[in-house]
Nanobody
Framework: VQLQASGGGLVQAGGSLRLSCAAS????????VGWFRQAPGKERGFVAA????????YYADSVKGRFTISRDNAKNTVFLQMNSLKPEDTAVYYC?????????????????WGQGTLVTVSS
C-alpha cells in the first residue's frame, strides 16, 4: 500500500486545514488508516484513526472535538478536518495504513506510511 498525504500549510491559530491521504496499490489489504504527528524534538504520536469497513473512529484526547477523520471508500482516501487549530498542533502529519481493523492508536500496528505533510499554526 502506498500513501500520499497532502493539505498541510501555514494557518493562524483558530483556523482550519483539511488533510488528505490517498491510498494506492494493494488497498484491499488495508483495514484502517491512522493519522500521526511529530513535532520537532518529540516522538511521533497518535492523532486519529478510522476503520474502512464501518467508519469507526478513534481520537487522541488532545484533538477530540476539534478534529474529524472521515473516509471515501470509492476514492481510497482518508481526510482529517482540523478546526480550531492551536500552535501546539504544529507538526509533520503522517498517514499510515494497517492490516489490522482494530489498530486504532497502536503505532506499531501500522506497516505502511506516507511521506508526511507539514502543518504550521502561528499564534
Amino acid at each position: 500500500v502506498q500513501l500520499q498525504a497532502s493539505g498541510g500549510g501555514l494557518v493562524q491559530a483558530g483556523g482550519s486545514l483539511r488533510l488528505s491521504c490517498a491510498a494506492s496499490g494493494r488497498t484491499s489489504s488495508s483495514r484502517a488508516v491512522g493519522w500521526f504527528r511529530q513535532a520537532p524534538g518529540k516522538e511521533r504520536g497518535f492523532v486519529a484513526a478510522i476503520r474502512w469497513s464501518d467508519g469507526n473512529q478513534y481520537y487522541a484526547d488532545s484533538v477530540k472535538g476539534r478534529f474529524t477523520i472521515s473516509r471515501d471508500n470509492a476514492k481510497n482516501t482518508v481526510f482529517l478536518q482540523m478546526n480550531s487549530l492551536k500552535p501546539e498542533d504544529t507538526a509533520v502529519y503522517y498517514c499510515a495504513s494497517s492490516n489490522n481493523p482494530f489498530a486504532s492508536s497502536v503505532i506499531k500496528a501500522y506497516a505502511y506510511w506516507g511521506q508526511g505533510t507539514l502543518v504550521t499554526v502561528s499564534s
